[in-house]
């Protein structure tokens, strides 16, 4: 079974660019998450997709992040325009969806490091 | 809000010997989630021991183990038989107890480890 994976694995790109990441989850995950982890600081949370639809997107920084996961498979993460704090390593996971309660695993992707000059 | 708190930036263990990584959270859930993921050099994050908070007996796998101490909140990882392929990151992440809704993860700063021949 492939796991998560992420393209690019490296981005660097000029302040005021655009990047757009990409995240595909493992076949039939339902839910897909994205997390960051600026300057060797703490993984945080950026928002939580169910299938297509957005479940929770409290962590996203500002209004400079798009996220999309159009038929509810691959996702992308789109940054415009880019600055300087948004350098960083951008991480996917994703997990089944439980009907009832209960927490199922996140598997991670390797990340894709973003560097802004 | 919940945050969780990693002491030891770096540490380093000698190959075969034993090493406990340390971690504290806050919380006011009376129910919730805790994990220990590794990132190895090779970037890709990987789950190596999770705990409910709701029960006492402490995971175990293989030659992971945890200290969970729900009154104290702290929840340290100890890693028997140091192996080289140890080396890694090592975030411990706590997860609310909720539905299948919201189940993002809050991420400590990480230690750093590493194995020594």
């Known amino acids: 079974e492939a796991g998560v994976t992420q393209f690019p694995s490296h981005s660097v790109i000029e302040k005021g660019q655009t990047v757009t990441l990409r995240c595909d989850p493992i076949s039939g995950h339902d839910n897909l998450y994205w997390y960051r982890r600026v300057m060797g600081k703490e993984i945080k949370f950026l928002l939580h997709?169910?299938?297509?639809?957005?479940?929770?997107e409290s962590g996203m920084p500002n209004n400079r992040f798009l996220a999309e996961r159009t038929g509810g498979t691959y996702s992308t993460l789109k940054v415009q325009p880019a600055e300087l704090e948004d350098s960083g390593v951008y991480f996917c996971?994703?997990?089944?969806?439980?009907?009832?309660?209960?927490?199922?695993?996140?598997?991670f992707g390797p990340g894709t490091r973003l560097t802004v000059l | 809000a919940q945050t969780v708190t990693q002491s030891q930036p770096e540490m380093s263990v000698q190959e075969a010997e034993t090493v406990t990584l340390s971690c504290t959270y806050d919380t006011s859930e009376s129910n919730y989630y805790l994990f220990w993921y590794k990132q190895p050099p090779s970037r890709q994050m990987i789950l190596v021991i999770r705990?409910?908070?709701?029960?006492?007996q402490n995971a175990t796998e293989n030659r992971f183990s945890v200290n969970f101490q729900k009154a104290a909140k702290s929840f340290s990882l100890k890693i028997s038989d140091s192996q080289l392929g140890d080396t890694a990151m090592y975030f411990c992440?706590?997860?609310?107890?909720?539905?299948?809704?919201?189940?993002?993860?809050?991420f400590g700063p990480g230690t750093r480890l590493s194995v020594l021949p």
């Open positions: 992440a706590f997860m609310k107890h909720v539905n299948n809704y919201g189940q993002n993860f809050v």
């Open positions: 996971a994703s997990s089944h969806f439980y009907g009832g309660i209960g927490i199922d695993t996140q598997y």
């Open positions: 705990q409910e908070a709701y029960k006492q």
């Open positions: 997709f169910v299938k297509e639809s957005k479940q929770d």
